[in-house]
């Protein structure tokens, strides 16, 4: 192989070799940098997102729990004697009681209801006063006597009863539950929260005065996707931004790499001209020369003797060798006369 070809690539492999592996480990560290970024935006944005929405199914219920403090407050003005099964009969009792909440276009909204609770005779009771999804005729039942929520829907049940836990001074209890859909029977998780109101009324069922509740729940992930308007989850489509970003961060990436061997084979191209003109064209007219006198021309000018490199050092080993080599002639050729 000639020198030139050698030298030629000694200077692809240190010139495009490194620059290849350059962009593997960077694309490499890009790849690794999105997974990281996307688990890791998964899961704050999915702890926000519940959070907020399970801050929003708890201001649902206090707002409607207000709503319906006022209103009742007025009827038991009117009508000290008020029962659960008045406010039951009562249409604009129901109106406010009875609301529907979130994307107005989803295809399932969340909903309130109201109820009845406390304790009765040493027993935590609670008494479904009117709830949207549910057949009338459960109505001003008893969640565990008649409905039985203590055996088909338990988690449901003991949040039902926990706000109960301390009767004079009620607080809202919000939690988890499987909830079985009285349509289609599916079990569903959701989100309630139910808030106590200031206002003790008297119920046929416990035939007892007791705390008038509001509650309600919801699909959290379910709520935000109407709400987004977005059919994956909220988290995944923050992650699919990043994906996005990082794409054009590839891609720039791609293009930052193009241009460096663009400039890597300017670089070659100048260092093959480089190394032809003035290192191995010199070395093959030098070599040419040494040719020529060992030929027998020995008046044959040695090229590139002004040179301060290497080549000159070759060229001025070549001239004393022509200056020798003449002498020695020329002595030869006198003593042969």
Same mark, same amino acid.
């Given at each position: ?27 490499? %560290? ?84 109201? %109820? ?8 935590? &009771? ?17 969640? %565990? ?177 022509? &200056? ?14």
């Amino acid at each position: 192989m000639k020198l030139s070809m050698k030298i030629l690539v000694i200077v692809v492999l240190a010139s495009i070799v490194p620059l290849a592996v350059l962009a593997q480990l960077t694309l490499m %560290g890009l790849v690794k940098f999105s997974d990281d970024a996307k688990e890791g935006v998964m899961s704050v944005s999915q702890q926000y997102l519940t959070k907020a929405g399970e801050n929003v199914v708890y201001m649902k219920a206090q707002d409607v729990a207000f709503q319906v403090q006022t209103y009742v407050n007025m009827k038991m003005k009117e009508n000290p004697n008020l029962t659960t099964r008045d406010l039951i009969n009562d249409p604009e009792f129901l109106k406010i009681a009875l609301q529907s909440w979130g994307a107005k276009d989803a295809p399932a909204r969340e909903y309130t209801w109201v %109820g009845v609770g406390g304790i009765v005779r040493g027993e935590k &009771r609670a008494v479904i006063v009117a709830h949207p999804t549910l057949p009338q005729n459960y109505w001003d039942l008893d969640v %565990g006597y008649h409905l039985k929520w203590n055996e088909t829907m338990p988690e449901l049940y003991n949040l039902i009863l926990k706000i109960s836990e301390n009767p004079e001074a009620m607080q809202p209890v919000c939690g988890y539950f499987t909830w079985i859909e009285p349509a289609t029977k599916e079990a569903v998780r959701k989100y309630l929260c139910h808030y106590p109101t200031t206002i003790k009324i008297y119920d046929p069922v416990l035939q007892d005065k007791q705390w008038l509740v509001v509650g309600t729940a919801a699909y959290i992930d379910g709520y935000f996707q109407d709400l987004m308007k977005n059919p994956r989850n909220p988290s995944e489509n923050i992650a699919s931004e990043v994906d996005k970003s990082l794409e054009n961060a590839a891609n720039q990436v791609y293009v930052n790499l193009a241009i460096a061997f663009a400039i890597a084979v300017v670089f070659i191209a100048v260092l093959i001209y480089f190394t032809n003109s003035k290192i191995t064209a010199p070395i093959v007219e030098i070599s040419k020369t040494a040719d020529k006198i060992s030929a027998g021309e020995m008046d044959t000018e040695v090229p590139h003797q002004d040179r301060d490199d290497e080549i000159g050092i070759l060229s001025k080993s070549i001239e004393r060798l022509r &200056r020798s080599l003449k002498v020695a002639m020329q002595s030869l050729e006198e003593a042969l006369k």
